[in-house]
């Protein structure tokens, strides 16, 4: 009888019991403990009893339902005598009984409960004879056990994938000795925020440059998950930071613990940590990577314990409780956070074989492509209970941007096979093309926001990143207008640069404007921050691999020099509060996606393109390179380690 070892697991203790001294009178000591044994005994043996009394009690309604239920039930039996049939070695019984057999099994299964019965009282009796230490230390083992069973299952290895080694013949160096050098200091840049943050905020989820600690937001919760490093790991790797690479790697695999009573943004997770994770393991094989990004995909599920399956936009990570931001439109989901799961969770699944996290992400999309969507717009809340729009804002930038980013990239990160994704998103595209892109006065291209009818003329820096998509999407467009969105994503890297070229620092401001008379610059005063942000740059780096017009390495290396000049300090990097002061004051924040996407993004700029080709790889929305997944269409997702179903 093991159950009396797993009792204590349950970390509750039973109140006293009046058994006492006379029932056990050489083992007071132990009597807490012995007082579980006997409760268990006793409850055992009540089971037992109800057991029996329900099986064996004569002419009663359930004994005649046993009997019918076992005409259903095949019984090992060869003679076909009493009108049964036999099929194969099983008899199927029929109405004839054979009575004498009935008793004789009864009695042996009387004779075998009792038997255990006493078997499992002399065990009691042995463990009550131990001291309180003993039974204490055997317990102790068995729950060791359980905990070692667990970990053996949490960390058993994947089965293997083939890994692309497509990373660049001689790693992407150019040719040229100016853009050589220009991309070594990019590298250099990388290294000083690396070098401080391993310094400084070791383990911590950011850094603070100028106090030279640790950093976070509520975004990572409460614990101390390294997010640098994990959203580091492939900019190392790629800038061929190997040594730093090992540290990053050697942190996460003893350090990084998902099993936190700590609550975080499921999207930020999930495009930092899953992204950064999967990333590390296809750029470097290491199994550790894939281990870690399942284990958390784990933890994320409980998020999507929703009514309509939309996911809570934040979990905690143990008890699996989640909840939205409380400044979200009546409770809603943000669609740029569960509409930003597909990439990763895709890989979860062809990577692990369970379609668990496919069928999730799978679900969003269905319910999505079901609802009302005015004027062709997806507003950018959903209310996960009941499945209805919150506030009809629709953006491009913050709220919605990866959304649509996603609908690209799901396509052609499966070979270009999920055309439902590319439906989804050349139809966003075309409405939001009508709605709200527009060109000012002065003839700049700019997104607007939708905001309950009408279209505010403000574009935000998340929304740069749009020119990329645009010239990444051109390619495959609907009724081959690749030149139009070609054009369209450079007019707005034209606007972004313009963004950026009318401040006093050259680094461009959290949103700006074109209405009265003001033309793509910050109007508010908490508008005018530059936070480390890379989607100027990632627009510019699209560009380059679609034309190679040298104006965006051009455009890249001043934001670099800009970036060097005013957010380099000599503990890291740091955001600006007002790009438009000739003497900034400093936020404090090296932000994880500076080394996830900023000093990546400007590094690939000043790298030849076979370094990563987007033919082979697709990245994610905080830059973390994915592999295209070679898949073949079918009904059903099937996953194994080398070809994945598509539905
Ligand atoms: C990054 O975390 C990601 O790019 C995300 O999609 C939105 N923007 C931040 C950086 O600005």
Not at 114 to 130: F, G, T, V
């Amino acid at each position: 009888m093991t159950t009396p070892a797993l009792l204590p697991l349950s970390g509750r203790r039973l109140p006293p019991l009046n058994l006492g001294a006379s029932a056990f009178p050489h083992h007071r000591a132990t009597l807490r403990l012995s007082e579980k044994f006997i409760l268990l005994l006793i409850l055992s043996a009540f089971i037992t009893l109800c057991f029996g009394a329900f099986f064996f009690l004569p002419d009663s309604s359930k004994h005649k339902r046993f009997d019918l239920g076992l005409e259903d039930v095949l019984i090992p039996h060869v003679d076909t005598s009493k009108g049964g049939k036999n099929l194969g070695g099983f008899l199927i019984h029929g109405q004839g009984h054979d009575e004498h057999r009935h008793r004789e099994e009864e009695e042996r299964l009387r004779n075998k409960i009792r038997a255990d019965h006493e078997k499992a009282l002399e065990e009691a009796k042995e463990k009550l004879k131990k001291s309180r230490d003993e039974i204490q230390a055997e317990i102790q083992t068995e729950k060791n056990k359980v905990v070692q069973e667990l970990k053996k299952k949490d960390s058993k290895p994947l089965p293997p994938v083939p890994l692309p080694n497509l990373i660049g013949i001689n790693s992407g160096e150019p040719a040229d000795p100016d853009i050589r050098e220009k991309r070594n200091k990019i590298k250099e840049m990388m290294k000083h925020a690396w070098d401080n943050y391993r310094q400084y905020g070791w383990g911590h989820n950011e850094l603070k440059p100028i106090a030279r600690k640790g950093h976070s937001t509520n975004i990572f919760g409460n614990s101390q998950m390294g997010a640098t490093i994990v959203d580091a790991l492939d900019t190392l790797y790629i800038m061929g930071l190997h040594d730093e690479f090992r540290e990053g790697q050697e942190w996460i695999d003893k350090n990084l613990d998902f099993s936190v009573n700590s609550e975080v943004s499921v999207f930020e997770v999930n495009i930092r940590f899953i992204g950064g994770l999967l990333a590390a393991y296809y750029l470097s094989g290491q199994e550790v990577f894939k281990i870690k990004a399942v284990q958390l995909a784990g933890k994320l599920l409980p998020a999507f314990n929703t009514p309509t399956g939309i996911p809570w936009a934040m979990v905690n990570l143990k008890s699996g409780v989640g909840r939205n931001w409380g400044w979200a439109s009546a409770g809603s989901s943000i669609l740029a956070e569960f509409g930003t799961l597909h990439m990763e969770f895709v890989h979860l699944s062809y990577l692990t074989g369970d379609p668990v996290y496919y069928n999730k992400v799978m679900h969003i999309r269905k319910l999505l492509q079901k609802m009302d969507r005015p004027n062709g717009l997806y507003p950018n809340y959903l209310n996960p209970r009941t499945g209805r729009w919150g506030q009809h804002h629709t953006s491009v930038g913050g709220l919605g941007d990866s959304f649509y980013e996603y609908l690209l990239k799901a396509w052609l990160m499966s070979d270009k096979m999920d055309t439902e994704a590319r439906k989804m998103y050349d139809d966003a595209i075309e409405a939001i093309e009508k709605h709200l892109i527009r060109k000012s006065n002065g003839g700049l291209t700019f997104i607007g926001e939708w905001k309950n009818g009408h279209l505010e003329r403000k574009m935000g820096h998340l929304t740069c990143f749009a020119g990329g998509m645009f010239a990444l999407g051109a390619d495959g467009s609907r009724d081959d207008k690749a030149g139009h969105y070609l054009q369209l994503g450079a007019e707005i890297a034209h606007t972004c640069h313009e963004s950026y070229d009318r401040t006093t620092l050259k680094l461009g401001p959290e949103a700006f404007k074109f209405d009265g008379g003001v033309e793509a610059v910050a109007v508010r005063q908490n508008e005018k921050y530059y936070i480390l942000r890379p989607e100027v740059i990632e627009t510019y780096w699209y560009m380059w691999r679609f034309t190679h017009d040298p104006k965006y390495r051009q455009w890249g290396w001043e934001a670099t020099q800009a970036i060097d000049k005013y957010c380099r300090v000599s503990g890291g990097f740091s955001g600006v509060k007002d790009v438009y002061s000739s003497s900034p004051t400093y936020d404090d924040v090296q932000q994880s996606f500076f080394l996830a996407e900023t000093l990546k993004y400007l590094y690939l700029l000043f790298s030849s393109d076979d370094l990563l080709p987007l033919d082979n790889w697709v990245f994610n929305t905080e830059a973390h390179p994915l592999p295209v997944l070679h898949l073949t269409i079918s009904k059903h997702l099937v996953c194994s380690s080398l070809s994945a179903m598509w539905v």
